[in-house]
Nanobody, 123 residues
Framework: QVQLVESGGGLVQAGGSLRLSCAAS????????MGWFRQAPGKEREFVAA????????YYADSVKGRFTISSDNAKNTVYLQMNSLKPEDTARYYC????????????????WGQGTQVTVSS
């Protein structure tokens, strides 16, 4: 059973940066695609980014393209989300998850969700 633990969230001013980490245990990240999602209060969970097992393909939501970068370190079994030029609308709880097949943008196609890490961007 894979377990995912997110960390790195916090409070940052608009224009600032944060790097989120997602540490996995019970499964090698090199065995499949991983994704980051976020959920703001009162809103549905939405896709942020995904990375294939080899790291050769990266996928981003239009809202974060050019500002966020997903990467992985298979030796550390950790996936990262570097977030630059943060905006107040990026405020949300961020989750990582394991892709189970199907479209990357759909949360229903992911599982083994972590507890998430809160990101708050002040204006």
């Amino acid at each position: 059973q894979v377990q995912l633990v997110e960390s790195g969230g916090g409070l940052v001013q608009a224009g600032g940066s944060l790097r989120l980490s997602c540490a996995a245990s019970g499964r090698s990240l090199s065995s499949g695609t991983m994704g980051w999602f976020r959920q703001a209060p009162g809103k549905e969970r939405e896709f942020v980014a995904a990375i294939t097992s080899s790291g050769s393909r990266l996928y981003y939501a239009d809202s974060v393209k050019g500002r966020f970068t997903i990467s992985s370190d298979n030796a550390k079994n950790t996936v990262y989300l570097q977030m630059n030029s943060l905006k107040p609308e990026d405020t949300a709880r961020y989750y990582c998850a394991v892709h189970n097949g199907g479209a990357y943008y759909s949360p229903s196609n992911f599982g083994s969700w972590g507890q998430g890490t809160q990101v708050t961007v002040s204006s």
